[in-house]
């Protein structure tokens, strides 16, 4: 699932992942397991606006933080990061945008001091969005800013892609054309270099 994720499949990746956790052992060593493939399927659902259904799966992964008390019942950060990431879009998606602004900055405060830079670069972007949509575009464009400062410490330019996009829209809100367009073009040259079919 995540290989076809990686390669923009990702009604595949989904398809995959239900099989997945179809199949998945609830009683065997590994069940933290199930909490990463429940993150995942989330993060394909959002990624093909099936909202609604991401949103079931987090509200399935969120029971079972009540039963182990954690985010997610794992010892990675990098799960939990991404737990964090993907529940303040959907928040952020269903206009509950204080409870998704907090839940980015715990994801935010983590990332930091686990010095996981590309999960802490998609956290700001995905903060500004949450503040462009809350109609708060001060503090949209200062986490977008803070965002690209990251850009010599991240490991995958297609990260860029969004950043540059979602700074563009909202210089475009706010009338500044030539500036939107020079954001839209940055984002489109990472676009043709990183083949990501789904850059918005």
């Known amino acids: 699932g995540r290989i076809e994720f990686y390669q923009n499949h990702f009604n595949k990746a989904i398809?995959?992942?239900?099989?997945?956790?179809?199949?998945?052992?609830?009683?065997?060593?590994?069940?933290?397991?199930?909490d990463l493939m429940l993150i995942s399927q989330a993060i394909y659902l959002e990624k093909v606006n099936r909202i609604g259904d991401a949103q079931n799966v987090i509200e399935k992964l969120?029971?079972?933080?009540q039963l182990h008390?954690?985010?997610?019942?794992?010892?990675?950060?990098q799960a939990s990061l991404n737990a964090y990431e993907i529940q303040s879009k959907l928040l952020g998606k269903g206009k509950q945008f204080s409870q998704a602004a907090e839940v980015a900055q715990k994801?935010?405060?983590l990332a930091r001091v686990d010095r996981s830079y590309d999960?802490?670069?998609?956290?700001?972007?995905?903060?500004?969005?949450i503040y462009t949509e809350w109609n708060k575009p001060h503090l949209a464009k200062i986490c977008f800013q803070t965002a690209l400062k990251l850009q010599q410490w991240i490991q995958k330019d297609s990260l860029l892609i969004h950043t540059h996009t979602q700074l563009g829209r909202l210089y475009l809100k706010q009338d500044n054309i030539p500036q939107a367009l020079d954001e839209f073009k940055r984002s489109y040259q990472y676009s043709k270099t990183s083949h990501d079919e789904y850059g918005e």
């Open 119 to 129: 999960r802490l670069f998609e956290l700001w972007t995905t903060l500004g969005g």
């Open 107 to 109: 994801g935010i405060e």
């Open 62 to 65: 969120l029971q079972r933080r």
């Open 69 to 77: 008390g954690k985010i997610i019942y794992s010892e990675t950060n």
């Open 15 to 34: 398809r995959l992942g239900e099989k997945a956790l179809k199949l998945f052992d609830l009683n065997g060593e590994r069940t933290y397991y199930y």
